[in-house]
């Protein structure tokens, strides 16, 4: 009885003893996990910013003229002058006008008369098919020929085609103007837009425009995001291709028509999308090299095979191929761990606690 007492105490310690030696074992197995430094893949497009003088101006300006030639009797409105879609701005002179309009008139009631007088003799059955086309040809010929001179009298008075100010007059009453001749610039106040003229060389790469921007001296340290309005494919005689832009939102009440601006062009380079990674992230493989990913979910690094193009001064290496910019990859100790290895990512040290001292 004795012997099996003294016996018991041994079996504990025994017992103690294993439990010990395993939790030490799973322990050391737990600290066996490494710690690997994980960076976020950068992606972005390359590209280079092209810098083009501007000028701002209204987005409907248009150059108004009269429909017919003559001498001009009267200019009613000047520069700066606040005009109203079909108001009168001004009057050429009518006498020949008139007289042409009186002269065709006189000729519309004779033809009326006329083919009137036959259409009732072919009702009657007294005339022939052919006598009833031609008074019904003629009295519609003569009926378009008076129109005709109807407007013309009419557009010997020039209206404004849209409400807004009136930035340039380019004759004075007295002067005789030909068809089409610009008489009047007015321009909408409603908006204003930028314009710039691109080289052939910039305007054959258009496609690989990614944004616009535009800045003023006179309003430092702004800057106003733009869109393409419209762009002429046709060059001018100096070779270069007229562009309007216009501003995304609601136009600064400190940007007036007629201001000089810079404008900034954002062009996607040959490169496109480049990838850029810490250079100690590569590792060397039979003949290839690769980038271990780490997998969130499964706290595991995977090997992927990536071509670089180049190493930049900056200690990064750019990959273009095998890589879509979002990944998270390890970029220390690579060399020490095996495809599908389980890892822990260091932690991100707190702005407030440098080298993790605290």
């Known amino acids: 009885m004795l012997r099996k007492i003294c016996l018991f105490p041994v079996l504990i310690l025994a017992a103690v003893l294993m439990l010990t030696s395993c939790g030490e074992k799973g322990k050391e197995e737990v600290d066996h996990v490494p710690y690997v430094k994980v960076e976020a893949v950068d992606g972005a497009i390359s590209a280079r910013i092209l810098e083009y003088p501007g000028r701002t101006k209204p987005a409907d300006e248009v150059n108004v003229s009269f429909r017919v030639s003559g001498p001009i009797i009267s200019m009613r409105v000047k520069e700066g002058d606040y005009v109203k879609k079909g108001q009168v701005i001004a009057e050429m002179d009518l006498r020949d006008y008139n007289l042409q309009y009186k002269a065709v008139e006189a000729e519309y009631q004779s033809v009326k008369a006329e083919a009137e007088r036959i259409i009732a003799m072919y009702q009657e059955g007294s005339t022939t098919a052919n006598n009833y086309d031609k008074a019904r040809f003629g009295l519609q010929q003569i009926t378009e020929k008076l129109n005709n001179a109807r407007n013309q009298l009419n557009d010997t008075k020039l209206v404004a085609p849209i409400s807004g100010y009136v930035s340039a007059r380019y004759h004075e009453a007295g002067e005789t103007v030909a068809q089409g001749m610009p008489i009047v610039s007015i321009s909408s106040g409603a908006n204003t837009e930028v314009e710039i003229n691109l080289s052939s060389n910039d305007f054959a790469k258009r496609a690989n425009f990614l944004s616009y921007s535009c800045s003023f001296d006179v309003i430092p340290g702004k800057t106003y995001p733009l869109s393409v309005s419209r762009i002429n494919n046709e060059a001018n005689n100096n070779q270069l291709y007229n562009v309007r832009l216009r501003f995304n939102g609601p136009v600064d009440p400190n940007i007036t028509p007629g201001m000089t601006t810079m404008v900034k062009i954002e062009r996607a380079t040959d490169e496109g999308t480049i990838i850029s990674i810490s250079k100690e992230a590569l590792f060397e493989a039979e003949g290839k090299q690769f980038v271990y990913l780490y997998d969130d979910k ?61």
Do not use: D
Request: glycine share 14%.
């Open 298 to 358: 499964t706290g595991k690094v995977n090997r992927r095979e990536v071509k670089v193009s180049r190493l930049t001064s900056k200690g990064k290496a750019i990959v273009t191929n095998g890589l879509e910019g979002y990944e998270r990859i390890v970029t220390a100790g690579v060399h020490k761990l095996t495809n599908g290895q389980r890892v822990k990512p260091l932690p991100t040290a707190s702005k407030s606690n440098i080298g993790g001292l605290l």
